[in-house]
Nanobody
Framework: QVQLVESGGGLVQAGDSLRLSCAAS????????MAWYRQAPGKEREFVAV????????SYADSVKGRFTISRDNAKNTVYLQMNSLRSEDTAVYYCAARQGGNVDSWGQGTQVTVSS
């Protein structure tokens, strides 16, 4: 199973930017699609973005499209989530996930993002 460690969360103001990182232990990192999910207090975990193993294909939730960008560096076994124009409704714990065949194989421990208005 892939070990995933997120970093980069924090407290920011509305309109600010933040970049999350997720480092993976797996040497076959490029064989996994990588995704970000988030869970706000009292809500279910929801999909944010996904990137293919090669990095050539990405997909986003409508709520973040145009503001967030997912990218990956396979040489560093790391996936990123650049978050711009943050809103209070983006406040959540953000989780990195390794996916194969459309299913989540591994989850990270999560990193808190808090956006104050």
């Amino acid at each position: 199973q892939v070990q995933l460690v997120e970093s980069g969360g924090g407290l920011v103001q509305a309109g600010d930017s933040l970049r999350l990182s997720c480092a993976a232990s797996e040497r076959t990192f490029s064989s996994y699609a990588m995704a970000w999910y988030r869970q706000a207090p009292g809500k279910e975990r929801e999909f944010v973005a996904v990137i293919s193993g090669s990095g050539r294909s990405t997909s986003y939730a409508d709520s973040v499209k145009g503001r967030f960008t997912i990218s990956r560096d396979n040489a560093k076994n790391t996936v990123y989530l650049q978050m711009n124009s943050l809103r209070s409704e983006d406040t959540a714990v953000y989780y990195c996930a390794a996916r194969q065949g459309g299913n989540v194989d591994s989850w990270g421990q999560g990193t808190q993002v808090t956006v104050s208005s």
